[in-house]
């Protein structure tokens, strides 16, 4: 075999191997692993999985930002909740998310407590707390959600946020440029990054320009 074609060959299995390692940094997010025991669960209940979306996402964490640390007003008696016009006005420009690309809010799932848990048990023990909870989750309005986790400035008390939408996939809750802006602490789902909770480094799938770059390679060899 060629020289050249084992050097390319040599890059191409880089490549792919780190683009592997990038997807695993991904699946390293709190708020994305949130989403897919949600669409798990939609499933269970013969409800279609919901398109997991970035701009929503930030929107959820920026909601949860809106509370300043204040887990007794969650739930309970003394429960608030954001202004509705919070969403145009203050979380979407945070976001760097189009006004224009709103859709609605069908639905949205808050809880809070000091002790941080793993998703799956922030969704089984603090969202799902009745009857509800389980209606909100398997709506078949939904087509979108969006879920973020932060700690108040990186620690006690933790906060677990989704928000459901009927918006159009890649339509709906854009980012101008393309690139959400990235606020710390918390982690929020979809943007293809790798997240802690108090610390987020975004990262982007290669695959496709691995892929793209193969293909040019394989039509240059005549392969």
Known sequence: MAPAVLWLLTVALLSIST???VQM???NNPADQLVDVLNKNRTAHKA?????NAGLACIALQYIKAYEGDCGAVGGADAKKPAD???A????PNCGVQVSSLSQITGRLLGCQTKYVKPS???SEILMKNEKSINIVTDKNHTEVGAAVSGSDGGSPYFWCVLFSNGKANSSFTFEGGEP????PGCFSGANDECSGTHRSQTLYLWPYVAAALVTVGYGLGL
Do not use: P, Q
């Open 19 to 21: 683009s592997a390692d």
């Open 25 to 27: 940094k991904v699946a």
């Open 48 to 52: 279609s999985s919901l398109y997991n």
């Open 85 to 87: 016009s919070e969403f």
């Open 89 to 92: 006005a203050t979380f979407t």
């Open 121 to 123: 048990e922030a969704f």
């Open 181 to 184: 802006r990235i606020s710390t």
